[in-house]
């Protein structure tokens, strides 16, 4: 192996395992990250003034066993078994989530409860054939009435358009298997049998990827010291698409560079505020399904972990903002996005303006692929070109194939990578996840199920 060195864009999830996965088989290897202070991505976690809060609270879980063993073997006795409690906060009400029977019949009401169900037994009847969009997609499987009341709110404040333009497939992917019924059975019934359990320096940006003769041959970078150019064998991009694209010198032909630039990406930011009260709500973290307010979700990270919070008198609440760069909240001061976060947690009624002793703003870049009516296609374009014109160069991860994927798939993609690297196995890193029956609350078995690729051991899947 002394013959290679392999150059990983990125330490995210995916970039991190890579590295590790290579490290395992002795593969020199250098990680790029442009932040200078904080590695993990979107799931990392920072500190101010003692107080630590995640980028978006992350919990693993995984049907992945290879992946669940990579993560007991780094984090050893320091794996944190955590009950979830979360509710989504809808129409000045709390309701739990997953859904339950009897609180959602108490909370909604029977009037409420009927209009549901007479919406679904329309869609039933009268199905759309074509689910372009993530509003039909959702309307034929829960009628138009749950849709407007627990789909569209949320989901188009993380998406900034509304839900008849994002692609069905994104629904597909992230809560597919449900329907009105099986949610139903779960909600009164509980959901037996799918039980889941639960390196560098210095910051250093890519400037350019220099390509030559059919392979990438160096990455140049610019950091505290400077310009300097990496070299190496094999390169595993998480960057997002576009920005890689955008980077490569010389110019990739026109068509793969308009391909790329027509990908887009959702931003997001959080603003973390410290609380002058020991407890304000159970939950690790709340949906905010009020048109109301601009906040989508709010973490309680003393509840994942007193740890987090270095005084106990004290909570530190995570509120996420999702956005497009350059737009109105992106452009806010610190100041004013704290002084959003005081005023709409008032409004919630989870705390007066006064309690709010302090807080601090991390902004994310292009955090989520945006699943328009196009974009299959512009990923297509670039896939096909790298794959047969720059095969030394491995896409992975969320950003880096454009594919909303959670955590544990963004790792599973780089395992994939580095042992292809490393081995000269062959693994088709596209596959994962690509219609895995697959959310949170169900398991289905580790191996493949009706033609769809589900994440399991890497020996087994050989």
């Known amino acids: 192996m002394a013959s290679k060195h392999v150059v990983i ?31 993990g991505g979107l799931a990392r976690t920072v500190e101010r003034d003692g107080y630590r809060f995640d980028l978006g609270g992350h919990r693993f879980f995984t049907k992945a066993l290879e992946v669940d063993d990579l993560w007991h073997e780094v984090l050893g006795d320091e794996f944190l078994r955590r ?24 909370k909604l009401g029977p009037v409420e409860l009927a209009r549901c169900m007479g919406s679904y037994l329309v869609a039933a009847a009268r199905p759309k054939r074509e689910e372009s969009s993530l509003e039909d ?5 829960f009628g138009r009435r749950l849709f407007e009341l627990f789909f569209q709110s949320y989901n188009e404040k993380v998406w900034g358009v509304p839900a008849s333009e994002i692609r069905a497939e994104w629904a597909a992917q992230r809560i597919k298997g449900l329907s009105f019924f099986s949610a139903a059975r779960a909600a009164f019934f509980g959901n037996k049998g799918n039980k889941i359990k639960s ?41 997002p698409i576009r920005e890689l694209i955008e980077r490569c010198d010389p110019p990739l032909p026109t068509p793969v560079r308009e391909a790329a630039a027509k990908l887009k990406y959702r931003d997001f930011l959080t603003v973390a505020v410290v609380v002058k009260r020991d407890s304000l709500f159970p939950d690790n973290w709340i949906y905010i399904h009020d048109p109301a307010v601009k906040v989508g979700r709010i973490q309680n990270f003393k509840n994942w972990s ?33 002084d959003l976060g005081r005023r709409e947690l008032a409004t919630l009624g989870i705390c007066r303006p006064e309690e709010v002793a302090w807080g601090a703003t991390v902004r994310v870049q292009k955090a989520y692929p945006v699943y328009d009516d196009q974009y299959r296609e512009h990923v297509a374009v670039v896939r096909e070109y790298l794959e047969r014109a720059l095969p030394n160069l491995h896409l992975v991860g969320r950003n880096g194939m454009h594919h909303y994927n959670n955590q544990d798939h963004s790792m599973m993609t780089a395992l994939l990578a580095a042992r292809n690297i490393a081995t000269g196995t062959t693994y088709d890193v596209w596959k994962v996840n690509s219609d895995a029956e697959y959310h949170e609350e169900a398991r289905a078995s580790d191996r493949e199920i009706g033609g769809r690729h589900v994440p399991m051991r890497i020996d087994e899947a050989a």
Not at 229 to 237: A, K, L, M, N, R
């Open 9 to 39: 864009l990125g330490a995210g999830p995916a970039g991190l395992t890579a590295a590790y996965e290579l490290n395992r088989h002795g593969v020199p290897l250098t990680v790029l990250e442009k932040d200078p202070r904080f590695v």
């Open 83 to 106: 009950p979830r409690m979360s509710r989504i906060y809808w129409n000045n009400r709390y309701l739990d989530y997953p859904l339950r029977g009897p609180d959602v019949i108490r």
């Open 137 to 141: 997609w959702v309307t034929n499987r």
């Open 199 to 239: 390196l560098i320096s210095e910051g250093a940006e890519v400037t350019s990827i220099r390509h030559s003769g059919g392979m990438i041959r160096s990455v140049a970078i610019q950091g505290a010291s400077g310009r300097q150019v990496i070299e190496g064998t094999d390169f595993i991009s998480t960057l």
């Open 306 to 338: 007193p740890d987090m919070v270095p005084d106990q008198r004290a909570t530190c609440l995570g509120l996420e903002y999702f956005c497009f760069e350059g737009d109105g909240l992106w452009t806010s001061s610190d100041e004013e996005l704290v």
